[in-house]
């Protein structure tokens, strides 16, 4: 089995649609608790990704236009980073480091992304993406632990991230790649996204709030 172009097209949309809702979710939830909501290697990773591929490499459309969106979007979120970053790293870096550390992570994730890139002749970035997306899905997990508390997360940016990664999943595995790393990296990816949904739904019970009520 394997997608019509059209039903391709539409699995796309479906997960830039779904992605963007985290990505906004996640922008609106860092500005309302003074907080960033995306861990900073996941939020440096990301945007060098669609950097690289709305403008070194860019996708065909509409994939495209949803990296573009993406790398708008994140920028927002790069920005959250940097304002509120500082005081989230004081026990873990020493004083005044913060901007560098940003500086060579970010220099890292563009380097070693844009190296899997050519070196795998991975015009489409699946390697790169799904690397990535596992990365983050495990930062958020340690996220969730180190702050023992909900500041820049919800309900609802988990849902999002984890339907867009599974509707992309399931397309690359049916339509581009089914290999035993790829297989891999999608299982890990769902796994470690609804582990997170499930921890983040306990520490809602947990200090007594309705998990849908926080958007």
Not at 155 to 163: D, F, G, N
């Amino acid at each position: 089995m394997t997608f019509s172009p059209e039903a391709g097209n539409l699995v796309k949309i479906s997960t830039g649609v779904f992605w963007s809702i985290a990505y906004l979710l996640i922008i609106r939830r860092g500005f309302k608790d003074r907080t960033f909501g995306m861990p900073l290697v996941a939020a440096c990773a990301n945007i060098s990704w669609e950097l690289i591929f709305s403008f070194i490499h860019p996708h065909n459309p509409p994939q495209l236009y949803i990296d573009i969106t993406w790398f708008l979007l994140d920028l927002l979120i790069v920005y959250q980073v940097l304002r509120y970053g500082p005081r989230s790293f004081d026990d873990l870096l020493p004083k005044g480091s913060f901007y560098a550390a940003f500086a060579v992570t970010l220099a890292l994730s563009f380097a070693i992304t844009l190296g899997i890139t050519i070196e795998f002749k991975d015009w489409i970035g699946g390697y790169s993406a799904f690397g990535m997306n596992l990365i983050m899905s495990i930062l958020f997990v340690v996220m969730l632990r180190r702050r023992n508390d909900l500041a820049g997360q919800s309900l609802y940016i988990a849902v999002a991230k984890w339907t867009g990664t599974l509707l992309v999943s399931v397309y690359f595995c049916v339509q581009v790649s089914s290999s035993f790393l790829m297989v891999t990296l999608y299982v890990a990816i769902f796994f470690f996204d609804a582990l997170y949904t499930c921890m983040l739904y306990a520490k809602y019970r947990e200090l007594g709030l309705s998990p849908w009520r926080r958007v």
